[in-house]
Nanobody
C-alpha cells in the first residue's frame, strides 16, 4: 500500500490550495480516509475525514473553509482548502483507515 500526497506549497493568507492523495494497493471508495496535519513543534491534528459511504467530517478549526472529496474513478481523495491563514501551516497527510499513511505534503501560509 502506498499513499502519495501532492498539491502543497506556499500560499498567501486568504488563498486556496487543493491537496490530492493518490493510492496504489488501496481503494478509497470502500474505505474511510482522513486528512491530518502536523504544524511545526506541534502534535498531529486530525483535520477531515470521509467515510466509505461519502459522509464527511471536519475539525472545528477548518469547518466551513476546507472540503474533503473523493473521486472513485481516479481512486483519489482531495482536500480543498480556502481562506487559508498562517495557523494552517503544516505538513498534511492523508491516511486510509488511519492505518496507511502518506509521506505528507508541506503547506505554508505566509505573506
Amino acid at each position: 500500500v502506498q499513499l502519495v500526497e501532492s498539491g502543497g506549497g506556499l500560499v498567501q493568507p486568504g488563498g486556496s490550495l487543493r491537496l490530492s492523495c493518490a493510492a496504489s494497493g488501496f481503494t478509497f471508495s470502500g474505505s474511510a480516509t482522513s486528512w491530518a496535519r502536523q504544524a511545526p513543534g506541534k502534535g498531529l491534528e486530525w483535520v477531515s475525514g470521509i467515510t466509505s459511504d461519502g459522509k464527511t467530517y471536519y475539525a472545528d478549526s477548518v469547518k466551513g473553509r476546507f472540503t474533503i472529496s473523493r473521486d472513485n474513478a481516479k481512486n483519489a481523495v482531495y482536500l480543498k482548502m480556502n481562506s487559508l491563514n498562517p495557523e494552517d501551516t503544516a505538513v498534511y497527510y492523508c491516511a486510509g483507515w488511519l492505518i496507511f499513511w502518506g509521506q505528507g505534503t508541506q503547506v505554508t501560509v505566509s505573506s
